[in-house]
């Protein structure tokens, strides 16, 4: 395991803390609690699991499987099921390969999500990082309902030294995109990230307006790779995913941006998130500053939950 990998699962490990405390500690008492595997055993895992936000699908599914395997090979102890658990969540979360092809094609990313959950900040961050792999980006600031998202951009474009175009309050979100992507072709971008607005006048518009954003890009450049990264705040819970079914409707979602999941003891959203909706996670957010996304490992996520040290 190189440095920076290290120094990740130290900060990853240190954010979930709080999940840890909730979740993990619950289950050890349960196994070191429980001299047998009977329904009552089984029945406190489930409430342990929903109360850390894995979601009940997802828990019933984790733990159906548990007993399969417990039967199959006759386990009678509890203390021999933690193991079987851990892989058992990690199994929950398989959705494939987590590509991250806009590292290395031309790309237009596009960042949706409902205001507050952490879009612009997410964008910064995400700009620093590409821009730091030697990337040349450029960032849309499309959200021009609220009056302070423009200058909140601009400031963490000025910190990732990346250029930005549009943020004027007021400005057509989609003549934004139309500028952008027609100064992304000019000057050669490899990566245009696309910062929408959280909130419009209603729903329907901000959806609508969502759909003529992804059409412009369509029609004006259609050789590069898509993205639509929705960002979830991982502190509300199962609500994240009412809003990711939402977006869903208007967008084809590739990937997932879960931000705060510093300081929660719900970081088990994660799981719910990748086992439901059957898209990857690509980034996780533990902190405020540039340094705090990093890309997402559901294998990492759950070793860093349950304290697993996995050498490499
Ligand atoms: N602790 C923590 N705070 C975060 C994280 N990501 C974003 N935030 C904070 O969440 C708040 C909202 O973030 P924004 O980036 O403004 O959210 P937004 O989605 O762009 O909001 P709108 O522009 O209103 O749509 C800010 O105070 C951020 O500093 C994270 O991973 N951890």
């Known amino acids: 395991?190189?440095?920076?990998?290290?120094?990740?699962?130290?900060?990853?490990?240190?954010?979930?803390?709080?999940?840890?405390?909730?979740?993990?500690?619950?289950?050890?008492?349960l196994f070191s609690g429980f001299s047998a595997i009977d329904d009552e055993f089984y029945e406190e895992l489930e409430e342990i699991l929903i109360m850390g936000d894995i979601g009940v699908?997802?828990?019933?599914?984790?733990?159906?499987?548990?007993?399969?395997?417990?039967?199959?090979?006759?386990?009678?102890?509890?203390?021999?099921?933690?193991?079987?658990?851990?892989?058992?969540?990690?199994?929950?979360?398989?959705?494939?390969?987590?590509?991250?092809?806009?590292?290395?094609?031309?790309?237009?990313i596009m960042v949706i999500g409902v205001n507050g959950v952490g879009k612009t900040t997410s964008v910064g961050k995400l700009a620093g990082?590409?821009?730091?792999?030697?990337?040349?980006?450029?960032?849309?600031?499309?959200?021009?309902f609220r009056a302070a998202a423009g200058d909140q951009l601009a400031e963490w474009a000025?910190?990732?030294?990346?250029?930005?175009?549009?943020?004027?309050?007021?400005?057509?979100?989609a003549s934004v995109v139309f500028d952008a992507v027609?100064?992304?072709k000019a000057r050669g971008v490899d990566v245009l990230l696309i910062d929408t607005a959280g909130r419009l006048h209603n729903k329907k518009n901000l959806m609508e307006e969502l759909r003529k954003m992804n059409r412009i890009v369509e029609r004006e450049f259609p050789d590069a790779h898509r993205e639509n990264l929705i960002v979830l705040d991982g502190t509300t819970g199962q609500n994240a995913l009412v809003q990711a079914r939402e977006f869903g409707e208007v967008a084809d979602l590739t990937?997932?941006?879960?931000?705060?999941?510093?300081?929660?003891?719900?970081?088990?959203i994660a799981?719910?998130?990748?086992?439901?909706?059957?898209?990857?996670?690509?980034?996780?957010?533990?902190?405020?500053t540039i340094d705090d996304l990093q890309k997402f490992d559901s294998d990492e996520f759950v070793n860093a939950l349950f304290d697993v040290r996995q050498d490499t």
């Open 255 to 268: 990937g997932i941006i879960l931000t705060k999941m510093d300081g929660t003891a719900k970081g088990g």
């Open 158 to 173: 000025r910190r990732a030294d990346v250029p930005v175009v549009g943020g004027s309050e007021g400005a057509d979100p």
């Open 129 to 144: 990082k590409l821009k730091d792999d030697g990337r040349k980006v450029l960032i849309a600031a499309a959200d021009t």
């Open 182 to 184: 027609s100064a992304a």
């Open 57 to 108: 699908n997802a828990t019933m599914e984790i733990v159906s499987r548990l007993k399969a395997q417990i039967k199959e090979r006759h386990i009678r102890e509890p203390q021999e099921c933690k193991q079987l658990l851990i892989e058992g969540i990690k199994e929950q979360m398989r959705v494939g390969e987590n590509a991250y092809d806009f590292e290395k094609k031309q790309s237009v």
């Open 271 to 288: 799981v719910a998130i990748q086992s439901e909706l059957r898209v990857p996670v690509k980034y996780i957010g533990v902190g405020e």
């Open 1 to 29: 395991m190189g440095e920076e990998k290290k120094g990740f699962f130290t900060r990853l490990k240190e954010g979930l803390a709080k999940t840890r405390n909730n979740i993990v500690r619950g289950i050890d008492s």
